[in-house]
């Protein structure tokens, strides 16, 4: 991941000092199990928590040994003089990799899952701020009927809610490491070692692997990061739409210093909701992949690995960097009222369709009589530029029907958010 993107707490999480560190804790802990089960001589875990392996010196070897983990193999047992033997004893290489980075892939999770926290206490604060404020609802881009802004927040906080606690879940599903060998099948080490060695990484022990851990695992949690980058983004692109000249009831900020563009000083662009939303289009697109990497050759081949070093990286410095990056929006959002009340009042109150509709009908007019004079008068009133409630009152068919202060109900803004709930 290019360094734009990337957060500070993640970068120290996925970086490949860390990945090190923490194939050392692996063998560290498969190590002193071993010594216990008198697998091993007592004395290499000990060494073992002492070690620092440089990245630098495994690129060296690797060079040569065109294999990571033999590499880092090699670099520690330079470290461990005679008791360098008993390195690795009874594992293959992905014992080491897929239990570690069950172990890296938590930690991010745990970053990620603490900002959602505070996104989600965000969008609740704004939520009650705005529950009485009204917002002309759009369908289709057009006017529809009114909302509150507090009520369309809410619905925001409701998804990045969901979002929280599918990648809880996820979280769950990813929690499984293994120790079972070459193809699977506890050739070298027992499952009662794995059940040991689990227990004290915290992790459970995979039911039934092959020499990988299954990647549908893998596959889930990424699909689930990717459903809350799209929540995300239609945030982010609600914001884009609301601030647009014409409608004008939001704005993201606008720092002090900043310039609209090169050309045009007047303008305030929403670029980062722009860039929030060009980043989730790549969070996207690394699904696809994710799902590619489950159909794996027999026990297992190396199509997987080339991929994963690139997607999840890159996912999950994306997800963390768009949630940071909409916390700032949101907790600096500029927000109109005075604008949505223009808004609701340039609808020509056509909004009232529905309701006088009904009302005709439940005076006792034909629906289809009663949808063709409404759809009537709202055209009217938008070609005329007339108020839909002028044009009801002075209708006599429509004043045959339904009196005057019912008219008046109906045409009643707060009369629509009325049963609104937000807590």
């Known amino acids: 991941m290019i360094k734009r993107y990337q957060t500070k707490e993640l970068a120290s999480v996925l970086s490949e000092e860390y990945k090190l560190k923490k194939w ?51 670099a520690t047992r330079e470290k461990l003089g005679e008791e360098g033997k008993w390195l690795h004893f009874g594992l293959t290489s992905y014992d080491l990799v897929d239990t570690a980075y069950v172990l890296i892939i ?17 969008l609740k604060k704004l939520s009650l701020q705005y529950k009485h404020t009204p917002q002309m609802g759009r369908t289709h881009g057009m006017f529809a009927q ?51 060695v689990m227990k004290r990484l915290q992790l459970r022990p995979e039911p039934v692997s092959t020499q990988v851990l299954p990647r549908d695992r893998f596959a889930f949690l990424l699909s689930v990061l990717v459903l809350y980058a799209c929540g995300i983004e239609r945030i982010a692109t609600e914001i884009r739409n609301l601030s647009r000249s014409e409608i ?9 210093g900043q310039k609209g563009s090169s050309a045009m000083p007047h303008k305030k662009n929403p670029i980062t ?62 927000v109109y009222p005075e604008r949505m009340l223009e808004n609701i009042k340039n609808s020509l109150s056509v909004y009232a369709s529905q309701p006088l509709m009904n009302a005709l009908i439940d005076k006792g007019m034909d629906r289809t009589e009663a949808y063709g004079l409404v759809q009537g008068l709202s055209f009217r009133a938008v070609e005329e530029k ?23 109900r109906i045409f009643d803004v707060q009369w629509y958010v009325r049963n609104i709930e937000i807590k």
């Open 24 to 74: 050392l804790l692996v063998e560290s802990v498969v190590a002193g199990v071993e010594e216990e089960a008198r697998i091993i001589p007592k004395g290499l875990s000990k060494l073992l928590s002492k070690v620092v392996v440089k990245p630098e010196r495994v690129h060296e070897i690797e060079k040569v040994t065109n294999h990571d983990v033999i590499a880092f193999l090699e």
């Open 106 to 122: 938590r930690e991010a999770l745990d970053i990620i899952l603490r900002d959602m926290r505070k996104f989600l206490t965000l």
């Open 146 to 196: 009114p909302i509150t802004f507090g009520y369309k927040v809410a619905s925001w906080h409701e998804e990045v809610l969901r979002n929280f606690n599918r990648l809880c879940i996820a979280k769950e599903e990813i929690s499984y490491g293994k120790l079972s060998g070459a193809v699977g099948s506890y050739t070298m080490l027992s499952p009662t070692v794995e059940r040991k």
């Open 248 to 256: 004008g009831e939001l704005l993201e900020p606008f720092t002090k």
């Open 273 to 334: 909701c722009e860039r929030v939303c060009g980043l989730a289009r790549v969070i996207r697109g690394y699904v696809h992949s994710a799902y590619e990497n489950i159909n794996l050759w027999h026990e297992r081949d190396i199509t997987n690995s080339s991929v994963e070093r690139i997607i999840f990286p890159d996912t999950f410095h994306l997800v963390h960097y768009i949630t940071q990056k909409m916390i700032w929006v949101l907790k600096n959002l500029r």
């Open 386 to 408: 007339r108020d839909l409630k002028e044009l009801a009152i002075k209708d006599k068919t429509v004043t045959q029907c339904i009196t005057k202060k019912e008219i008046e």
